[in-house]
């Protein structure tokens, strides 16, 4: 491995004064157990949807599965060392529900439990804040055949699962997030079913963001009950939605796609209601009859933070006949009440996901959380970008993914100049990993996974944010 303390001249880092983050900026980067660990089968993990889901025939590119992945769960510790040579302050990784309770309901797993102390002590050893994830989108298959996320009971097993876990990790562990990104699991999972568990119908994803927004609010109270310290959160992936033209019908597509991604998750977790011209855009998918008295009180539990994963912005216009969807996280059914809005691309850059790059939206997005929805401290709890890599030499070299991670940078700096309290920030992802349908034909990763020999080689954006962590800044361009 090269040594991220002597890093070769890499860029902007070489010239000019710093742009200087806030004292104790939290660097971080994330993962999440089915993208890495493997070991499917190991330790007393049995089957969560994303399991059932990449054995299923069709569903992941060339049927990639998580059943190796990474095999952190045999390199753990060679893997936190990799995180401490390349200087993070912290990590955010997420527990695998069916491997430390199997099935989804009952007792824990010691086997499973132990594996995450294990994380945690090997973390803290290192001087790298543990970051917790409770739930990154592997449900207990169990769950899933009991009526998964559209079914009420949902929320309380997770709320016990939630429990178990804080009873066993929560003296070691101070950052709790909730869930990932609930729009996926509600609107990819049970709405275009590009997700696990593949179902489609426009009223059990609402019914399944509601359920997970329940379980949300009721594992904060479990937590705040075990933990009275802890620092709890949610991670919402947002997106500002800009509308094509200024023309009316344009702004209104906007509206209500801004509705569907971001306000169906901000208004009820942070101001304990849903949005009245969303719930009259969904009237013909729901009747919002799931929504029981009390329900929003319990998910806009307070908060201590607010997690934000940014990776682009939807460009919408009005309906027009016969138009084709263009991406598969665009297809008209994420987009329950809304399908007929159009998905326009503007020609400007893309990654290899075809996500337009977009680091001002990076700012708009934090300045709007924080001026319209709360004063809590905000993180950015993933970033980063797809690019197709090559080794050469043993090395390899990514100067698409460095510069996107300097442009998002960059924007998250200024928005901090402009008053957000934006207190840490995750590169997504510490290493290549499962990209859910795309299997691993996308690398995300400042690392380099060799998925044969499974040898990481740290890319040069890694050693260039090893050297933005240690300066705690970027030199001003
Ligand atoms: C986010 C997910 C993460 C990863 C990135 C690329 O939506 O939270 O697991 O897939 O996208």
Redesign the pocket.
Known sequence: MSNPASPPAVGVLDQGPELTFPPGFLWGA?T?AY?IEGAAAEGGRTPSIWDTFSHTAGRTVAGHTGDVACDHYHRMPDDVRLMAELGLKSYRFSVSWPRVQPGGTGAANQEGLDFYRRVVDELLAHDIEPWLTLY??DLPQPLEDAGGWPARDTAARFADYAQLVAAALGDRVRYWTTL??PW?SAFLGYGSGVHAPGRSDGGDAVRAGHHLMLGHGLAVQALRAARPDAQLGI?L?LYPVTPASDAAADVDAARRIDGLANRFFLDPVLRGSYPADLRTDLREVSDFGHVRDGDLTIISSPLDVVGI?Y?SRHVVAAPVEGAEPEAYWRSPSCWPGSEDVRFVTRGVPVTD?DWEIDAPGLVETLERVHREYTDLPLYVT?N?S?FVDTVVDGQVDDPDRLAYFDAHLRAAHAAISAGVPLKGYFA??LMDNF??AWGYT?R?GMVHVDYDSQARIPKSSARWYAEVIRRNGLAAQ
């Open positions: 994330a999440a993208q990154h989108w990932n990104e996926c991670t992936n994963n990776y996901m993933e980063g797809a997504w992802s990209e859910w996308k995300f």
